[in-house]
């Protein structure tokens, strides 16, 4: 980006091209927005351009001017990625009736690359719930990039098995006919052959595909499951092959998709598999068996690692591969650490304070929603001219709430290790339900506070990047807005907050904000006191579960940490008691 600076005007040319790309890539976004901005109006909107004035805006969060931009690239040039941009970015404005009508008429054979059409099947299988068709793109996604392995993923995770086409993928022909997909079973061998008659052009072999010309696809046409049909082999008599199954081709391409992904893409371990040998006897299900105390085992590390050292909650999620939102409600458990928010040190408190009371507090995805579990929520939003968020936190927000709702109806659980059992538990549709409405209702808390650019003159630490650069993008974006002047980041994280000190950011946490802020008339004390004791129950069942795993020396060093802020805690017959 610096060596292109000096080698262009406000003028059309290659290098005013690449230091916009440059600028954007370097993740310099003000900067690249100033530029992009300073532009005449007839160049912002031209082919080597808009796009990358879209990309700009959208990194930033801001996703009005993108749409603008966007909207007038469909005019000049309405085709598949276009599109795709637009819909995108209406459906991170919460607006996906608008671009609904044109999922509805889009032509079948509608022009685009593999990636841009899986994408268009998963669009129409979320928003239409229309099978056939979204089923359709995704079939002719899957032949057209059949040496991605990104294809391969989003056909089989989340078109078939994430989405909801699942009862005319698993709809079984009565015979065998051009298009379906066909099991053949040697009885005597045991030995399988799947083969597909594949009415598309270019049907390749290696891909078990057979033409409806071919002479061996003519004698499988017509057949039943249980029928049989012979198959000469070189050197031998010819054997007889029994038809197993007969499956719709989208079907046979998930099966096939199944079975070849680790020849195809060794690689790549987004699948993985586990062999139950019924010959074993009561040990066949070890390897389950195994996997479930070697998860608990590097439950148990992860634990002691939130213990003893500062670990930000988004990388103890990336570490544990949950959600966010998942570990905060397993934070929340009675039996569990405990959310660690502060060290509970005067000057914490009083640099904390100082932050608070200068300017707008950017609010990590975690608080908003640790804010809406506590029922803190309607308090809170009466402080909202002081708060702020990025979208990419209302994003995340929103994906919590498609993700429920999709998973529900859906039956669900987790097989796990105590230490002493394996336990299976599944998730009953009341709490589907409830975890659906929690979501909603963090989502709307979010959408009820300012946006803020996702942006600022000040660069973040390379280090400190690359330490965000796997997590949730909202927390790279939170840290980004709070560097901006007047800004501080609000996040009741403590290994956050260390994280974002590291970049020179202004932090402080719930319960010094709304005593800063909120006690001075904007908040009444029953009100505060309602802040107080739900953050102050998280901090007590911490100390509740150093107790029950006889952890002494750590429960009253909490202990003394909450007396030194000037909280008295008890313990009594009847249970703990605090006081101020």
């Given at each position: 980006?610096?060596?292109?600076?000096?080698?262009?005007?406000?003028?059309?040319?290659?290098?005013?091209q690449?230091?916009l790309?440059?600028?954007n890539?370097?993740?310099?976004?003000?900067?690249?927005?100033?530029l992009?901005?300073?532009?005449?109006?007839?160049?912002?909107?031209?082919?080597?351009?808009?796009?990358?004035?879209?990309?700009?805006?959208?990194?930033?969060?801001l996703?009005?001017?993108?749409?603008?931009?966007?909207?007038?690239?469909?005019q000049k040039?309405?085709?598949?990625r276009?599109?795709?941009?637009?819909?995108?970015?209406?459906?991170?404005?919460?607006?996906p009736?608008?671009?609904?009508?044109?999922l509805?008429q889009?032509?079948?054979?509608?022009?685009?690359?593999?990636?841009?059409?899986?994408?268009?099947?998963?669009?129409?299988?979320?928003?239409l719930?229309?099978?056939?068709?979204?089923?359709a793109?995704?079939?002719r996604?899957?032949?057209?990039?059949?040496?991605e392995?990104?294809?391969?993923?989003?056909?089989?995770?989340g078109?078939?098995?994430?989405?909801?086409?699942s009862?005319?993928?698993?709809a079984?022909?009565?015979?065998v006919?051009?298009?379906t997909g066909v099991?053949?079973?040697?009885?005597?061998?045991?030995e399988?052959?799947?083969?597909?008659?594949?009415?598309?052009?270019?049907?390749?072999i290696?891909?078990?595909?057979?033409?409806?010309?071919?002479?061996?696809?003519?004698?499988?046409?017509g057949?039943?499951?249980?029928?049989t049909v012979e198959?000469?082999?070189?050197?031998?008599?010819?054997?007889?092959?029994?038809?197993?199954?007969i499956?719709?081709?989208f079907?046979?391409?998930?099966?096939?998709?199944?079975?070849?992904?680790?020849?195809?893409?060794p690689?790549?371990?987004?699948?993985?598999?586990?062999?139950?040998?019924?010959?074993?006897?009561?040990?066949?299900?070890?390897e389950m068996?195994?996997?479930?105390?070697?998860?608990?085992?590097?439950?148990?590390?992860?634990?002691?690692?939130?213990?003893?050292?500062?670990?930000?909650?988004?990388?103890?999620?990336?570490?544990?591969?949950?959600?966010?939102?998942?570990v905060?409600?397993?934070?929340?458990?009675?039996?569990?650490?405990?959310?660690?928010t502060?060290l509970?040190?005067e000057?914490e408190?009083?640099?904390?304070?100082?932050?608070?009371?200068?300017?707008?507090?950017?609010?990590d995805?975690?608080?908003?929603?640790?804010?809406?579990?506590?029922?803190?929520?309607p308090?809170?939003?009466?402080?909202?001219?002081?708060?702020?968020?990025v979208?990419?936190?209302?994003?995340?927000?929103?994906?919590?709430?498609?993700?429920?709702?999709?998973n529900h109806?859906?039956?669900?659980?987790?097989f796990?290790?105590?230490?002493?059992?394996?336990y299976?538990?599944?998730?009953?549709?009341?709490?589907?339900?409830?975890?659906i409405?929690?979501?909603k209702?963090?989502?709307?808390?979010?959408?009820?506070?300012?946006?803020?650019?996702?942006?600022?003159?000040?660069?973040?630490?390379?280090?400190?990047?690359?330490?965000?650069?796997?997590?949730?993008?909202?927390y790279?974006?939170?840290?980004?807005?709070?560097l901006?002047p007047?800004?501080?980041?609000l996040t009741?994280d403590?290994?956050?907050?260390?994280?974002?000190?590291a970049?020179?950011?202004n932090?402080?946490?719930?319960?010094?904000?709304?005593q800063?802020?909120?006690?001075?008339?904007?908040?009444?004390?029953?009100?505060?006191?309602q802040?107080?004791?739900a953050?102050?129950?998280?901090?007590l069942?911490?100390r509740?579960?150093?107790?029950?795993?006889?952890q002494?020396?750590?429960?009253?060093?909490?202990r003394?940490?909450?007396?030194r802020?000037?909280?008295?805690?008890?313990?009594?017959?009847?249970?703990?008691?605090?006081k101020?």
């Open positions: 980006a610096d060596l292109y600076a000096p080698l262009h005007q406000k003028t059309d040319n290659f290098a005013l690449r230091r790309q440059a600028l890539l370097a993740d310099r976004r003000a900067e690249a927005r100033k992009f901005e300073s532009l005449p109006p007839d160049l912002k909107t031209s082919d080597g351009y808009l796009p990358v004035g879209v990309a700009i805006y959208e990194r930033s969060g996703l009005k001017p993108a749409l603008t931009l966007a909207e007038r690239a469909l040039l309405d085709v598949l276009n599109r795709l941009i637009w819909i995108q970015l209406l459906t991170r404005l919460g607006r009736v608008d671009f609904r009508a044109w509805q889009t032509p079948h054979d509608i022009e685009g690359a593999a990636l841009e059409l899986i994408s268009l099947a998963q669009l129409v299988d979320r928003y719930e229309d099978a056939p068709r979204a089923l793109f995704g079939y996604a899957l032949r057209d990039g059949y040496a392995p990104r294809i391969h993923l989003a056909y089989a995770l078109l078939i098995i994430g989405g909801r086409s009862k005319v993928t698993m079984a022909p009565d015979r006919e051009a298009g099991v053949l079973i040697n009885d005597a061998t045991g399988e052959l799947h083969r597909i008659i594949e009415t598309a052009s270019d049907p390749r290696e891909r078990e595909e057979l033409s409806p010309e071919d002479g061996f696809a003519k004698r499988l046409l057949l039943r499951v249980g029928e198959i000469a082999k070189l050197g031998t008599a010819p054997q007889v092959f029994r038809v197993g199954e499956q719709t081709q079907l046979f391409a998930f099966r096939r998709t199944m079975r070849q992904f680790p020849a195809l893409f690689d790549n371990s987004a699948f993985g598999s586990i062999t139950i040998d019924d010959s074993k006897g009561d040990d066949r299900f070890e068996f195994a996997m479930a105390r070697a998860r608990a085992d590097r439950g148990k590390e992860l634990e002691n690692l939130y213990r003893d050292s500062v670990v930000p909650i988004p990388m103890f999620a990336r570490f544990a591969g949950a959600s966010i939102f998942d905060w409600e397993n934070f929340s458990h009675p039996k569990s650490l405990g959310l660690k502060a509970g040190e000057a408190f009083a640099s904390g304070r100082a932050c608070a009371g200068n300017g707008v507090m950017v609010v995805p975690l608080s908003v929603y640790a804010w809406s579990r506590m029922g803190l929520g308090i809170l939003s009466k402080l909202k001219n002081r708060l702020a968020v979208q990419s936190t209302i994003d995340s927000l929103r994906h919590l709430v498609e993700e429920r709702e999709g109806g859906r039956k669900s659980g987790t796990g290790y105590d230490g002493d059992r394996y299976l538990e599944e998730l009953t549709e009341e709490a589907a339900a409830r975890q409405a929690q979501a209702a963090a989502l709307e808390l979010a959408e009820a506070l300012p946006v803020v650019p996702a942006e600022t003159d000040q660069q973040v630490p390379q280090s400190v990047a690359d330490m965000l650069a796997d997590l949730n993008p909202a790279h974006d939170s840290l980004i807005a709070a901006a007047k800004r501080a980041l009741d403590f290994g956050l907050r260390v994280v974002a000190q970049a020179g950011a932090t402080t946490w719930t319960q010094v904000f709304v800063r802020v909120g006690l001075p008339g904007k908040l009444t004390h029953p009100e505060y006191r802040v107080v004791g953050l102050m129950d998280l901090v069942k911490a509740q579960n150093y107790r029950l795993n006889k002494y020396a750590e429960a009253d060093e909490l003394d940490t909450l007396a802020v000037g909280v008295t805690v008890e313990d009594t017959k009847e249970g703990v008691r605090w101020r």
